[in-house]
């Protein structure tokens, strides 16, 4: 599924039936800058939104998911493709997952290894210290990495409202965190709250 296509054609159908975004967001019962992300292509609209935004803008779940008008000729197709789509995003958010723990052990291993090796051995100062210095920029590489891997896989579902969503790296990053949830605000109901991670939508 394309968000970016979906986004435009969300747009697309909202100036169709005449409605601001303001006042599509007052018929859902949500924000206006949520209509904003979808459109923009930087959010995907909730499965339980998912009806009631194809009610108010004449389209069916399948035209949405496919960012287009659909014949129904091409109903069918489209729904295989769809569901095929969406198996194919949660088994290469599985892939990302095991990525990003293998990067963030083989990390913390060998940080620690050069820290120790920096620490026990007998050696020149110079070399305790390069040491030192590239230990502690392989760790920071790693956890980097590792956080951008993690935010770009899968979703957050807020508890509040059940959005799910992709925050900004900056939002991530500020986030206290626990090995499964993360403190976010959530961009439909603007609460904070724990966040818990998930493969798909």
């Not at 197709?77 to 290469?92: G, Y």
């Not at 293998?102 to 291993?109: D, H, M, Y």
């Not at 390069?130 to 956890?143: C, E, K, R, S």
């Not at 609460?191 to 991670?197: H, L």
Request: aromatic share 6%; proline share 3%; with cysteine.
């Amino acid at each position: 599924m394309n968000q970016v296509l979906t986004g435009r054609f969300i747009k697309e159908c909202r100036k169709g039936k005449g409605f601001t975004q303001e006042q599509l967001a007052e018929k859902l019962n949500i924000s206006c800058k949520t209509v904003s992300k979808w459109e923009c292509g930087n959010g995907f609209p909730e499965i339980s939104l998912m009806l009631p935004l194809c009610a108010e803008l004449g389209i069916t779940v399948n035209e949405l998911l496919s960012g287009c008008k659909i014949s129904d000729e091409e109903y069918k197709i489209k729904a295989e493709e769809n569901l095929i789509s969406a198996v194919a995003e949660r088994r290469e958010n599985k892939k990302k997952m095991v990525l990003q723990i293998l990067i963030a052990f083989s990390t913390v291993l060998s940080g620690c290894v050069m820290f120790l090796i920096a620490g026990l051995l007998q050696m020149p100062v110079g070399l305790r210290v390069a040491l030192i210095i590239i230990g502690a920029v392989v760790a920071a590489v790693g956890i980097g990495v590792c956080c951008v891997l993690d935010r770009d896989t899968g979703y957050f579902q807020c508890p509040v409202c059940n959005e799910t969503f992709i925050p900004s790296m900056s939002a991530y990053v500020a986030g206290v965190h626990t090995l499964t949830k993360r403190r976010l605000k959530c961009p439909r109901c603007g609460k904070v709250s724990f966040c818990k991670k998930k493969l798909g939508k």
